[in-house]
């Protein structure tokens, strides 16, 4: 893969690359002695793809999926992220593009204490303009999918640590994104609640969602599909790169 | 599932944005109660200063349509060489002579005599009373009015009767048909009069009859002021008038004043007050726009998580700012409706208990809150622009 000399990049189809990375590179601390956390990291991801990413602490793992989320933007190369060249747009239009088309799960979750579940996801829709009444009842729908749908009302202290990072699930999925970014989305849970939000993960996949997980769980990583490999910021394996990729397919 | 959005700009809408804003306040309800505390009592302060100034003024201006604008007051002045000059015996009807007089009255000073209680009290302990020999029309003339008894043409003329002005009354403690010791007899108090705002004097006065003052007290019939009332229109023209009447010889050596500016002066001397006071309220309003300032800088810090959240489910920077932008406005407005409301308190409370008419121009609150708003911009700018600024990667990790 040439993304450099490939025009036909923003071609719809199967094929064509939801998230799409070239020679990324982010470099922190000052320009005198810039401090490497990602370097020239090429590679790119498929809609409707299940992708791990693993590594040891430090690797570049959450570096790569800020930059892939928008929420930083690289020193150097190129990330083009569901058709659009992050690089030509500005502030107004990545917040669009994360508002409508991304989803993030954390692994602190994030959860608003003293808000009810069903607020917790009515906020993943809080920056898409729709009134308040459309959010609730979109947020009522994702509780369900995540089988949540008898915990509407309970607040995030009232919840197991598995239930509430599903709450942040649905929270991430109530805009039907297409890009579905999860950072150790198990890193705070017990194995059981790990497993069962590793099903959901799968599930959500199933129903056409691009998945991203970051994680240092090898076990985890090896359930999934698809596993990027980080060690001091670079890309060292690629579990289906070149052939399973098109395979799987 | 397209990969080719044509991207709009993320939005939030108002009434979520006024939402959020308060939610920030709803979590931490004390501090938020303190900080706009600040503003409360700055803005409270000068609206309640306007208020009672303006209370006072009405107050006034009340006063003044009731005693009227129209007395003059005639007194003597100083003779070219320097001597007390007098007033002429017929001053009084000199005046009343006048077109446009319509009431006059007058009083007669007689020093060498002096009110006490009783024979026995200490011929030093005046007081501070002065005995006056009046006429008869000075209660017309002044508008007073007896509290108690009678009024001087109420008994004969060369009896030894005394009305007490409205202090002299309480420094003598007595009552119509009591004695007091005055020059070298007892003299019956007829009646007690009710404050003369126009005429203070007249509250300190033993006033006696002018025929008794003669024959009692050795009045030598020459009065020291006199009270005259004219129609609005023609104030100005007996003020003209007055000198050369009451004195056509030397006109220079009469005085002429209108008690009804004396009030007006009194109340401007409060009106500079009010002033200093409008300036301390601002300083009150100055340090607690910076309290909300510190409030919101803090705030910011301590929500970087929640920054970072609401970036990544797509709030562009200026919806972060804008947030909490909304919230130091409200947490200012707050203040600003709490202090109005207080203002509003203080200022009804003092007027009722001076028994003033309770008066607040509009403009006052609706500028006070106008104020605070512009406050709570300025306080939340710089901590909603570092909150914008907040990078979300950074947020999230912590």
Not at chain 1, 104 to 132: C, I
Request: one cysteine or more; glycine letters at 10%; charged letters at 20%.
């Amino acid at each position: 893969m040439n993304v450099r000399t490939d025009p036909a990049l923003r071609l719809p189809g199967s094929s064509s690359p939801v998230v799409l990375l070239d020679g990324v590179s982010r470099y922190y601390g000052g320009s005198a002695s810039p401090v490497p956390a990602l370097a020239e990291v090429t590679t790119s991801i498929t809609y409707g793809e299940l992708v791990a990413i693993t590594g040891p602490s430090g690797s570049g793992k959450s570096t790569l999926l800020n930059l892939i989320g928008t929420l930083d933007r690289p020193s150097s190369g190129r990330i083009i992220v569901d058709g659009h060249d992050l690089a030509a747009l500005d502030d107004r239009r990545l917040s669009a593009l994360r508002a409508h088309r991304m989803g993030f799960v954390f692994q602190h979750f994030h959860l608003a204490e003293g808000t009810t579940a069903l607020d917790n996801v009515a906020d993943g829709l809080l920056y898409t303009g729709l009134p308040r009444r459309e959010r609730r009842a979109r947020a009522g729908d994702a509780l369900h999918t995540v089988g949540l749908g008898h915990r509407l009302r309970h607040r995030p202290h009232q919840l197991s640590g598995g239930e509430r990072q599903r709450v942040a699930i649905a929270r991430a999925v109530v805009g039907d994104p297409v890009l579905l970014l999860a950072d150790e989305p198990t890193g705070a849970l017990d194995s059981n609640s790990g497993g069962a939000i590793v099903d959901l993960l799968h599930r959500l996949n199933d129903n056409g969602t691009t998945v991203v997980v970051i994680t240092h769980d090898v076990q985890l990583a090896a359930r999934l599909p698809r596993c990027l490999s980080l060690r001091d910021g670079r890309l060292i394996a690629d579990s289906a790169y070149p052939t399973a990729a098109e395979a799987s397919r | 599932m397209t990969p080719h959005t044509s991207l709009d700009h993320s939005r939030l809408r108002v009434t979520d944005l006024v939402r959020l804003g308060g939610n920030g306040l709803r979590t931490r309800p004390l501090r938020a109660v303190l900080s706009a505390l600040g503003i409360a009592i700055g803005i409270a302060a000068m609206v309640t200063v306007i208020g009672i100034s303006s209370s006072s003024q009405a107050h006034l201006s009340a006063q003044l349509s009731r005693l009227g604008t129209n007395l003059l007051t005639v007194t003597p002045g100083q003779s070219l060489s320097g001597e007390q000059a007098q007033l002429p015996p017929e001053a009084m009807s000199m005046v009343a002579r006048i077109d446009g007089v319509e009431t006059v009255g007058s009083v007669g000073k007689i020093d060498d005599a002096k009110v006490y209680r009783n024979s026995r009290v200490d011929p030093r302990q005046t007081s501070g009373l002065t005995v006056f020999a009046a006429h008869p029309d000075l209660l017309e003339a002044v508008r007073a009015d007896v509290t108690r008894g009678h009024w001087l043409d109420q008994a004969p003329q060369n009896y030894p009767t005394v009305v007490l002005g409205h202090l002299a009354a309480q420094r003598l403690a007595a009552q119509p048909g009591d004695q007091v010791w005055l020059g070298d007899q007892y003299f019956t108090v007829l009646g007690t009069l009710q404050p003369v705002p126009l005429a203070p004097e007249l509250d300190t006065a033993a006033l006696v009859g002018q025929k008794a003052a003669e024959h009692l007290l050795g009045f030598d019939g020459h009065p020291t002021t006199v009270y005259e009332r004219s129609s609005d229109a023609r104030v100005s023209a007996v003020r003209a008038l007055l000198p050369r009447t009451v004195n056509p010889e030397h006109p220079e050596e009469v005085q002429v004043s209108r008690p009804s500016d004396a009030l007006a002066a009194k109340d401007a001397v409060l009106e500079s007050y009010t002033g200093l006071f409008v300036g301390l309220g601002c300083v009150a309003l100055l340090v607690g726009g910076i309290g909300v300032a510190n409030t919101m800088v803090i705030t910011v810090l301590e929500r970087r998580r929640e920054i970072g959240l609401r970036r990544a489910l797509g709030a562009a920077r200026r919806h972060i700012s804008i947030q909490f932008l909304v919230e130091a406005l409200l947490l200012s407005a707050m203040g600003g409706l709490t202090g109005v409301a207080l203002a509003l308190t203080a200022t009804a409370g003092y007027a009722l208990s001076q028994g003033w008419p309770v008066s607040m121009p509009l403009a006052v609150p609706l500028a006070g809150i106008t104020a605070t708003t512009l406050i709570g911009a300025l306080a939340g700018l710089y901590p909603a622009l570092r909150a914008a600024r907040t990078p979300p990667m950074v947020a999230l990790s912590s």
